[in-house]
């Protein structure tokens, strides 16, 4: 009934939790009501690891052009009627696929589970995502109908790195017509992780004008992703106990905005060019 499909590169321990949670018999929906499938985008591959420790999982080599069209090349692998999606560092409760298959019902295609931070974010360093009440639709605790799921073309691809694709997915569904609900019993855990360098994270923000100007937005992207940007940044130092991570952070900051600073001209000029020419 629900494939589950897992992105991965180059995390073999953080991959190995996941299966853990995974296996036949540990998650409380029936074995034979699901699978598994391992898309792995990396160098060395994990096919050793799933053949020798998770012979019930599906391995297939991944195309390696980013997270998006890893999922999409496991979902082409995938034989459910219904496609679940979760990320290699991300630890799923014993009964997520319980709570998804009990939510399923006539009128509804794709429903988002609640996912926690259970050990928190204790340093302005760390990040990782929180979705309590729903409304996201993040692509790292995500069930959709196969058929709907290509019917609308999967992720966007073209993304230039992995930020944003599943928000477009989102977009485009909700353009569609489609509505999505919240399951609070399908609970995917996402431990917290050392957010990149400063330099790093001002070159991901490209994604953020590409989905901006797909959307055939008129504005300006820079001034609201810059202002959007450090706000987010200050109020995440201001909720941490003050220490040498918090100076850490603001440095991390000014890195994060110098470099956007100097590639948005660029971008900005290649995507309103590229999307609003034609309007």
């Known amino acids: 009934m629900i494939s589950v499909v897992i992105p991965t590169c180059r995390r073999p321990e953080l991959l190995a939790r996941c299966l853990d949670r995974l296996a036949p018999g540990v998650q409380s929906l029936s074995a034979d009501q699901y699978e598994v499938i391992v898309t792995d985008d990396g160098v060395p591959t994990v096919e050793q690891l799933v053949a ?56 509804c295609q794709v429903y988002e589970g609640k996912t926690t931070c259970v050990a928190g974010i204790n340093s ?45 997915f989102r977009d485009r569904l909700v353009a569609a017509g489609d509505l999505f609900e919240f399951v609070p019993l399908a609970i995917v855990d996402h431990p917290p992780r050392r957010m990149p360098s400063g330099w790093r994270l001002g070159r ?18 820079s001034p609201r992703l810059l202002s959007e940007l450090v706000r987010l940044r200050l109020n995440h130092v201001r909720r941490c106990k003050l220490s040498p991570h918090s100076v850490r952070a603001l440095g991390s900051l000014v890195a994060e905005v110098g470099t956007l600073l100097f590639y948005l001209p660029f971008w900005e000029r290649k995507y309103r060019f590229r999307f609003l020419q034609h309007t």
């Open 124 to 168: 302005p360093l760390e990040h990782a995502p929180g979705n309590a009440t729903g409304g996201y639709l993040w692509s790292c605790n995500m069930m959709v109908r196969a058929d709907l799921f290509r019917k609308l073309g999967g992720f966007d691809e073209n993304f230039p790195s992995a930020h944003m694709e599943d928000v477009d």
């Open 52 to 107: 020798d420790k998770y012979p019930w999982a599906k391995w297939v080599a991944g195309p390696r052009r980013g997270p998006a069209s890893n999922r999409n090349n496991g979902v082409r692998h995938a034989r459910g009627e219904w496609i679940a999606f979760t990320d290699d560092d991300c630890v799923p409760d014993l009964g997520w696929l319980a709570g998804f298959a009990g939510a399923i019902h006539d009128g």
């Open 204 to 221: 991901s923000h490209e994604a953020w004008l590409y989905w901006w100007y797909k959307n055939r937005r008129r504005q300006l992207a």
